[in-house]
């Protein structure tokens, strides 16, 4: 059988996750797998339309598709969300229509499902037949059983395609709305005071309400609130993931872009943060997907610390719970404030008037009171990934995450609270004893709740 791989890592041939699709190439020398580099070759497939038209070709001769990729911020590259945006707008889609296709990704696990759901979508939007996902830690390749779990995985999937397997489709299509936004007079706004609102869009010619939100939101604060488009940013490229700034966050692109400049000195700078854009295909633009990119070389620092976001969205998002995650994610793991979403899709100009100014009021006095509501498992799981990666195998690479982890108590591990360990290591040897052990389980719901319940009485 012929299998296209279509290789979304930037590092082209030296991409670790292609080194898995090898392996199962040396496993299956009885079927074709054909590698192209989309991502690294990015700006040859969007200039040159014989490239493009090979690659296509390919897939449309296939008998299956490997999407296959590193995780990059809760995504796919930006390289390879544009190789995707490439398919929709050349309408390509047909070449891949009918065919089995599978994810395979390389991570450390941070949101790696919210990566492969998108080309899932991707996929079930394409009508193709997608079968599964498989998305190791990058290092298990190294381990012997993961090796025969990647083997188990291909084989499966190539049975799929030669059996002509039936498939589910996870992702229902996105249904478009043709509401146009007509902004009311300029609302009462909001004064900012001595905080720095900035209000990052990536609008184009023709996206109307998104352009509109992002003015009426801009009108709402009184005073200091930038808008930048993120089209007039100069950027070169996509990270290039080359890992140069995990020593001390220098990027590779240093003096040959705008990118750093721009994001020291403006994002970092701000108190609060707009981010608007229009859904496209299962996410937002790949522009936009090149600023999280990018800001990569801030390596695993939460840079947005502090920070309070709010998100203003043109297009169906409540119908992509996953990109709503996917920024959550983003916005929490980063240890900002997500404040909310707006999008248009209440279809109501009054409306949506009344929530973008509610949104800005909100952002804006949770600057001023420092307010940040309680984390949720998007960034304790992220946290605790992150500690433990640059603590152990990580930790010679992302020198600066080891620092900035070191000198902010991030290393939190349990080991180092000796009265609890002394309380619990107690407890374990008195439960041991079966008559402490009844009377510990009995007494346990009412043990549990007595400190909170003093500290009410006493408040
Ligand atoms: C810019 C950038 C963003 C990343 N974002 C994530 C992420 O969101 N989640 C994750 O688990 N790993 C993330 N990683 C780690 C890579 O996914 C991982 O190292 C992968 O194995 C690289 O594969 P490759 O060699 O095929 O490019 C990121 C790495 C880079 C350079």
Redesign the pocket.
Known sequence: MRIVVLNG???GE?????QYVLLIRKKFPEHQFKVFNVAQEIRKLEKDDGAFKEVIDEVRASDGVIWSF?????LVPSHYKRFIELVFERGAGEAFSGKHAASL????????HTAHNYINAICDDLDMRYVGAFSPH?HDLMKEAERERLILFARHILRAIESNAPTHKSFAPLLRSGFEYQPGPAPASVPVGDKKVLILTDGEKGQVNLERMVQKVRQSFAGQAEVVNLHDVDIKGG?L?C?LCAYDSRCAYSGKDGYMEFFNSKVKTADVLVLAGAVRDRYLSSRWKLFF?RS?FNTHIPIMMGKQIGFVISGPLRQIPNLREILEGWGEGQQANVVGFVTDECEDSVELDALLLRLAEQLVQFAVEGYRRPVTYLSVGGRKIFRDEIWGGLRFVFQADHRFYSRHGVYDFPQKRYRMRAIVAVMMLLTKIPRFRDEFRRRTKVEMVKPYQKLVERA
């Open positions: 890592s930037p590092k030296l991409s670790i996750t292609l590193p995780l990059y911020f809760l990704s390389t991570s450390i696990h941070f949101f790696d990058y990270c993931g890992l990119d990569f």
